[in-house]
């Protein structure tokens, strides 16, 4: 039976590194877009340790709903949106509204679902400022003209709360006040703070895209209300730092000694470990690390994954 010691093992090193960047602007998948991935993989033979190590990053994951693609589908002038985005990008959309409970998908261009111009322009079109900005599609309230009151809002409810909520209205001209409310709970009841936008503001106006973002010191907000008191708008680009529960965790590095095993094919082998060696005394205390080790290749790479931190000597012998 061969004893090796642990520094005079060879091992081997695969390391595979995956590094996945978010996509900057619009994202087109609300399955989260992860943008370019680069995948090496190295594979040495190291005399001194063995690590065995699975790099991975924090996804950058973009939280940007554009509503340019909806499950990976081109969306269709009134449909209707709920829930699609729960998934990934923890939230879901709904109405307090006499009529549709549900807001609804507008196309850029006639017919008109969102909001008219003042101008020649067609309706549910943007100014050339923000052609580029919102894409083909964006979100409203329903179809035609709101015909509601104060009353009637649309609401964004986040799965986990968030401390970070914004978006896009477009088309807020005219007599037009809308309000943008969060509130630290699903019922909107416990108010955490709110925006007034009025036509004529700057950053509003008849085709223009008026950024609204509320932020706040801690993961607090769990819905948004956005009022539009009875006026035809749009919406997009919403966005949060909500992070899915289930993200991947960072990995940490291990080492681990891998002991390559010579033998014959198919033939069980025994693998002993001792924390220390007696040269001198014989009385070394073996440990089994695996007695039922049927060789598969000539020569077999074995991971001791409870060696780790530690120092070890091994013996390797046939049995019957």
């Known amino acids: 039976m061969q004893i090796l010691e642990r520094s005079r093992l060879q091992f081997a090193l695969p390391l595979l590194s995956e590094c996945r960047n978010g996509h900057d602007g619009k994202l087109n998948n609300p ?19 063995a690590i065995v190590c699975l790099l991975t990053s924090d996804l950058a994951l973009a939280a940007v709903i554009d509503f340019e693609q909806i499950n990976m589908t081109v969306p269709y002038e009134g449909m209707v949106i709920s829930n699609q985005f729960e998934p990934y990008y923890g939230v879901r ?26 101008s020649s322009a067609p309706g549910d079109t943007p100014t ?3 052609t580029n900005l919102i894409g083909n599609f964006m979100l409203t309230d329903t179809v035609g003209d709101q015909g509601g009151g104060a ?17 896009y209205i477009l088309d807020i001209d005219g007599s037009e006040t809308v309000y943008v409310v969060a509130y630290s709970d699903t019922n909107g009841v416990d108010l955490l703070t ?12 008849d085709g223009v895209a008026t950024f609204w973002q509320i932020a706040r010191p801690t993961k607090e907000i769990r819905r948004v209300d956005i009022h539009n008191n009875g006026h035809n708008v749009g919406y997009d680009l919403f966005d949060s730092d909500y992070a ?55 020569s077999y790479l074995y991971f001791d994954t ?11 012998g046939a049995l019957p």
């Open 306 to 316: 409870n060696g780790v931190g530690s120092q070890r000597f091994y013996r390797a």
């Open 194 to 205: 709110n925006l007034i936008f009025t036509a004529g503001q700057a950053g509003t106006g």
């Open 93 to 118: 959309f709904r109405r307090n509204a006499t009529g549709s409970p549900y807001p609804v998908i507008a196309r850029v261009g006639a017919p008109l679902t969102a909001f008219d111009r003042n």
């Open 244 to 298: 899915p529960i289930n993200s991947p965790p960072q990995l940490t590095l291990r080492t681990y000694p891998g002991l390559v095993l010579q033998g014959t094919v198919g033939h069980r082998y025994q693998i002993d470990y001792a924390d220390r060696l007696d040269v001198s005394g014989g009385n070394t205390n073996w440990h089994t690390l695996t007695s039922n080790l049927f060789l598969p290749t000539p």
């Open 31 to 49: 399955a989260r877009a992860t943008g370019q991935s680069e995948r090496k993989t190295m594979k040495n033979t190291l005399r001194s340790a």
């Open 151 to 167: 009353s009637e809002q649309l609401i964004l409810e986040y799965v986990s709360p968030v401390s970070r909520a914004s978006g």
């Open 128 to 130: 050339d400022a923000y």
